[in-house]
C-alpha cells in the first residue's frame, strides 16, 4: 500500500473525520494532492459524509448460512460465528447460498433483526443473487413488504410484491401481516385459527386459539412500543415419511421484551423472583404463568399457563426469543420436557415467539 495512503488512514483512524485541507495540514501534504489521492480511493477506501469531511469505509462482516434448512438454532449460530458485538458493526451483507431455505421461524428473526440494523444506522445487504427460490418464497411469505426500504437487496427487490397479489391463496400459509400494540387484533388471531384448522382439522381449534390469542396478546402486554410487530403461519410437510406434518406460527414486536416490562414491578408482587436473571424470569413466566406487569390480582398472566396446558395435550413446542437469549419449549406424551436455554446470543430487540404443532397425519388436509 502507497507510504501516503496508509498514513492519511492512520489518520482518520485516530482523528477522522477529517476534510482534505484538515489532512494535508496535519500529514504536511500538499492539499491538491490529497484531495486527487481520496478521490482516487473513493468508496473503496474512504468515503465522504454529507459534511465533505472524508472517513474510512467501514469493513464489511459477512454472514454466509449454510446450504440447508435454516432452523432457529442454525440462524443463531451463524451470526454468533462472524458477530461479537453487534454494536461495533457499521456494515453487514448476510448471504443465502444456492440451497439455503429458511424456515419461517428464522425468517421472522432475521427480518427483525435487518429492520434494527438499518434503524441503527447500520448498512445492510442481503445478497440473494444465487437463490432465486428463496427470493421468491419470501416475497410469496410478505417478506420484503415488511423489509426497510433502506436495506439493500442483490440482485435486486421484487417489484412486485406476490404478497399482495396472491393475499389469501395460498393453501400452507399464511402472509407476514401487521401486529398493532395497540389493539387486541381479534381478526388476526381468527384468521390464524381458522387456516390453521383448515391445515389441520376442528380438534385443533380450541388449543389454536387459545395459544394464538395469547401469544398475540402478549405484544400488547409485554410490548412497550407503539411499533408495529408481525405474524405469519406456514405448514410444513414431515422431515421423513414416517414423521407428521407440523405448523409453524409465529408472532414477533419490536418492543423491550417480556424480563424488561417485568422487573419495574417484582419486588412489589413477586419479591421471590427478584434474584433471577432474565433468562430465568423469562423461563417461570412462560412454563409456569400466573406472572404479570399488573400484580398478582390483576387476572392477566395466566395466558401462559393457559397455553401451556392445551399445548401438553399434543406434540408440540414453543420458543421465545429475548434480546440476547432463546427459551426453547417441547411438550410431548403430555409432559413439558426440560427447557432448552440458549443464552449470549446476538442482541435482537423484541419478542419473538414461534409455536410449533405436529399435526396427525390423519386430521391434516
Known sequence: ?????????????????????????????DRSDVSALMHKHKDVEFHQNENF???????????????????????????????????????????????????LEAIARFLALCNQLVLSKKEVTIDLSSNNSSKAYWNRAGFFDHLSDKVNVLPKRPKISSAKTYKGKSGNLVEFGEVDPETDNKKLVRHLTDTFISLSSDNYEDPAFTILSELIGNIKEHSGSSLKGFAALQRYKGKTKSSPPHIQTTVSDNGVGIATTLRPVLKKFYPK??????????????????????????????????????????NAKYSVRQNNFSLEFIFKNGELLPVKMLPNLVEISGTHICFDFDIDASDST
Do not use: Y
Open 1 to 29: 500500500m502507497d507510504k501516503t495512503l496508509k498514513q492519511i488512514k492512520k489518520l482518520l483512524e485516530d482523528e477522522g473525520p477529517l476534510k482534505a485541507r484538515a489532512i494535508a495540514r496535519k500529514l504536511g501534504f
Open 53 to 103: 469531511e472524508w472517513v474510512l469505509m467501514p469493513e464489511e462482516i459477512v454472514v454466509k448460512f449454510d446450504n440447508c434448512w435454516v432452523t432457529c438454532f442454525l440462524f443463531e449460530e451463524a451470526l454468533s460465528i462472524e458477530i461479537e458485538d453487534i454494536h461495533t458493526i457499521d456494515k453487514i451483507r448476510f448471504v443465502v447460498p444456492e440451497n439455503c431455505k429458511f424456515m
Open 273 to 314: 423472583l427478584l434474584e433471577l436473571s432474565d433468562i430465568e424470569l423469562v423461563k417461570k413466566a412462560m412454563s409456569e404463568g400466573r406472572i404479570t406487569r399488573f400484580g398478582t390480582k390483576s387476572g392477566h398472566g395466566l395466558g401462559f399457563k393457559s397455553s401451556k396446558e392445551k399445548a401438553l395435550k399434543f
